[in-house]
């Protein structure tokens, strides 16, 4: 699938540089023929010193010359990119975005028609290989488009496929969802000190509680209530916790910080 390809990563941040030392650590794509752009000088020495990997400033070059593009700039910047690299793009290519609320018919006005172009929405823990992306096609791009997406961000975590429709929502959920977790394990933290736990000690203790639960789901055949209700106890201590976490309506705030943040990627989407 991969062999021979060259792939062009548009933005040397965060994502865009996990994006390439995935593909490489997973042996997908060689480090030779992976080149990434940006516009931080030292960020590209950076990248270019501790994954082996070629770098430039030209994006309208470095896309004439690869034949998988990955767009990982912010989304105020992405027209300006894409009118940047318009004149290099053809047929020929497949063009992936990670750019929230950017969808793929506003891409696809910038090139000629025909162009298969695909948009995914990755999430932080992609950082240790353990991210979540959802992927959708536009209107040109061919089921092997998407199984190639699907082995890129494999290669950092796991894929799924969705319609564009419900980009918005993955946005809120595993987009955004990082951020709530980091908030609930901050106030596990909290209360474990203000029980008398040392700080250190409470933080370990939250971190692999939040992550052995994450991965008993994953693992089990039972639902997450089936699991909840394992632990609960009649007339025991997780009843009473549950209980002030029901009257502190947790299951609504976080049900409303999903809602909100897929309003948030619908409003950026139209330009807001």
């Given at each position: 699938?991969?062999?021979?390809?060259?792939v062009?990563?548009?933005?040397?941040g965060?994502?865009?540089?996990?994006?390439?030392?995935g593909?490489?650590a997973?042996?997908?794509?060689?480090?030779?023929?992976?080149?990434?752009?940006?516009?931080?000088?030292?960020?590209?020495?950076?990248?270019?010193?501790?994954?082996?990997?070629k770098?430039?400033?030209?994006?309208?070059?470095?896309?004439?010359?690869?034949?998988?593009?990955?767009?990982?700039?912010?989304?105020q910047?992405?027209?300006?990119?894409?009118?940047?690299?318009?004149?290099?793009?053809?047929?020929?290519?497949?063009?992936?975005?990670i750019a929230?609320?950017?969808?793929?018919?506003?891409?696809?006005?910038?090139?000629?028609?025909?162009?298969?172009?695909?948009?995914?929405?990755?999430n932080?823990?992609?950082?240790?290989?353990?991210?979540?992306?959802?992927?959708?096609?536009?209107?040109?791009?061919?089921?092997?488009?998407?199984?190639?997406a699907?082995a890129?961000?494999?290669?950092?975590g796991?894929s799924?496929?969705?319609?564009?429709?419900?980009i918005?929502?993955?946005?809120?959920?595993?987009?955004?969802?990082?951020?709530?977790?980091?908030?609930?394990?901050?106030?596990?933290i909290?209360?474990?000190?203000?029980?008398?736990?040392?700080?250190?000690?409470?933080?370990?203790?939250?971190?692999?509680?939040m992550?052995?639960?994450?991965?008993?789901c994953?693992?089990?055949?039972?639902?997450?209530?089936?699991?909840?209700e394992?632990?609960?106890?009649?007339?025991?201590?997780?009843?009473?916790?549950?209980?002030?976490?029901e009257?502190?309506?947790?299951?609504?705030?976080?049900?409303?910080?999903?809602?909100?943040?897929?309003?948030?990627?619908?409003e950026?989407?139209?330009?807001?």
């Amino acid at each position: 699938m991969f062999k021979g390809k060259r792939v062009a990563i548009i933005g040397g941040g965060k994502m865009g540089s996990i994006i390439a030392e995935g593909l490489i650590a997973q042996k997908i794509v060689p480090a030779k023929n992976i080149i990434v752009t940006d516009i931080d000088a030292a960020r590209l020495k950076s990248l270019r010193s501790s994954l082996k990997l070629k770098v430039s400033h030209d994006n309208e070059k470095t896309v004439k010359d690869a034949d998988i593009i990955i767009l990982a700039v912010k989304p105020q910047n992405m027209a300006a990119t894409l009118q940047g690299i318009s004149p290099a793009i053809n047929k020929s290519k497949i063009v992936i975005s990670i750019a929230a609320g950017i969808t793929t018919n506003f891409i696809e006005k910038f090139f000629t028609k025909g162009v298969r172009v695909i948009r995914v929405m990755p999430n932080t823990p992609a950082l240790i290989g353990e991210g979540a992306t959802a992927v959708a096609k536009g209107s040109c791009a061919k089921k092997s488009d998407v199984k190639l997406a699907h082995a890129i961000f494999n290669a950092v975590g796991i894929s799924v496929e969705v319609e564009e429709a419900l980009i918005d929502a993955v946005t809120g959920l595993s987009g955004s969802g990082p951020a709530y977790c980091f908030l609930i394990i901050e106030a596990l933290i909290d209360a474990g000190e203000q029980m008398g736990l040392p700080r250190d000690l409470a933080a370990k203790l939250a971190m692999q509680t939040m992550l052995g639960a994450a991965r008993l789901c994953i693992h089990s055949d039972k639902q997450p209530a089936q699991l909840r209700e394992m632990v609960t106890s009649p007339g025991g201590t997780t009843v009473a916790g549950l209980k002030a976490l029901e009257e502190g309506k947790i299951r609504s705030t976080i049900i409303s910080a999903v809602k909100a943040a897929t309003k948030r990627s619908k409003e950026l989407a139209s330009g807001k």
